[in-house]
């Protein structure tokens, strides 16, 4: 059984990590100012993370770890439609979670951590998610096209707070098309 204290500690300090990235940049977030802002000392910190990057990551990685369950639950109905639909993995309870963690999830976007920034973790996910529905290669340019697409649902959704319509995209889709033409 996990020591309740442990764990009371631990959301602690991702709620006031999560406070002070909203009101001050990444790199000014010391391991002293989140323990004070925590109410606790410094060794405690270090007993749950090495560092502010270390929490960052997690963070970071239980929002995806709720966006790729919400994928893969839908990736059955996915791969047995006789045609693709991309609304399925927003659904309603995606869009929800997007809506009540909004700005938590956008200064997360705002870390520059190469492969581990969330953007590029999202951008995996959605590349092979993807790929195993519509069977791309990793090197196919549709497979380039579908991921932005998807990341550009992402954006729009923590943007306007809703979902684009398929009107919305066929629409925008087309006047790309033209250009193209």
């Known amino acids: 059984m996990a020591d309740l204290r442990f764990e009371r500690t631990d959301e ?3 709620i006031q990590f999560i406070k002070l990235l909203t009101q001050i940049p990444f790199e000014q977030i010391s391991v002293s100012k989140l323990a004070k802002s925590s109410k606790i000392d410094r060794t405690t910190f270090y007993a749950h993370y090495e560092n502010t990057y270390q929490l960052a990551e997690k963070i970071i990685n239980q929002h995806l770890a ?3 369950n919400v994928i893969q639950k839908s990736m059955p109905q996915q791969l047995n439609a006789t045609y693709f639909d991309s609304y399925a993995y927003f659904n ?3 869009v929800d979670y997007l809506m009540e963690n909004q700005v938590e999830i956008q200064h997360l976007r705002q870390l520059n951590f190469g492969m581990n920034s969330f953007d590029a973790k999202l951008r ?3 590349n092979q998610t993807y790929s195993k529905i519509l069977h791309f ?15 550009s649902n992402f954006d729009f959704i923590l943007e306007k707070q809703r979902v684009p319509s398929k009107k919305e995209i066929r629409d925008g889709l087309a006047k790309i098309i033209t250009y193209f033409s």
């Open 124 to 126: 995996n996910l959605f």
């Open 66 to 68: 709720f966006i790729k």
């Open 92 to 94: 309603d309870a995606l």
């Open 137 to 151: 290669k990793t090197e196919d340019f549709g497979q380039y096209i579908i991921t932005n697409l998807a990341l």
């Open 12 to 14: 602690m300090l991702q």
